[in-house]
């Protein structure tokens, strides 16, 4: 006989608002001290040291106004293993939210050398040198991708860095659109 497990969650309403808390909330997520060098998918925290986390509405105002840099860290489709040499692939179209740059791989625990200097130098040249600029970056919910690209941005002195923790899927359930994007990276020479 199969058993039904009910997960019983807690719902508070604070002036007009709903908050939903589980046992697994982004709450209990400490903020690691360097970089997550765990799995890159899974609960996060609720917190950026040095940034700002920002909603769905807060992203649209932002952008809106034009006031920000949308930098899409999610990583990008890799072949499949075990698929034959002579067979053609095609990664999916990426999608994105539109006016992002798409910059996948920054976002990981530990980057080779040279991707963490070219992502200096691209993100040097897309905020003008300056570190005031307000930087927004996102992938994916419960991905530590976007996490880490945020606090690099904050260790190499960016001020104005706002982690979009809904990512991608988020902005989509909010009805807003999508646009396809071509992956940035350092040349392969």
């Not at 697994?24 to 986390?53: D, F, K, N, Q, R």
């Not at 990512?167 to 999508?178: D, I, N, R, S, Y």
Request: one cysteine or more; a positive charge; charged letters at 15%.
């Amino acid at each position: 006989m199969r058993r039904l497990v009910l997960v019983s969650v807690l719902v508070t309403i604070t002036a007009g608002t709903a908050v939903a808390a589980t046992a697994s909330s982004a709450a209990s997520v400490p903020e690691p001290h360097g970089y997550w060098l765990g799995p890159v998918h899974g609960p996060v925290p609720a917190t950026i040291a040095g940034g700002t986390v920002i909603s769905t509405m807060v992203l649209a105002q932002l952008l809106a106004k034009g006031d920000a840099l949308l930098v899409d860290v999610a990583e990008a489709a890799h072949r499949p293993a075990g698929l034959p040499a002579n067979t053609l692939w095609l990664p999916p179209p990426h999608r994105d939210i539109p006016g992002s740059v798409w910059i996948p791989d920054v976002g990981r625990g530990a980057i080779a050398p040279h991707l963490a200097a070219w992502f200096r130098m691209r993100l040097a040249a897309l905020t003008g040198g300056n570190p005031e600029k307000r930087i927004v970056v996102y992938c994916h919910p419960s991905c530590w991708m976007s996490w880490n690209a945020a606090k690099r941005m904050i260790d190499d002195g960016y001020r104005a860095v706002s982690w979009y923790p809904d990512g991608l899927e988020g902005w989509v359930k909010a009805g807003h659109p999508t646009s396809v994007a071509k992956p940035q990276a350092p040349d392969a020479r």
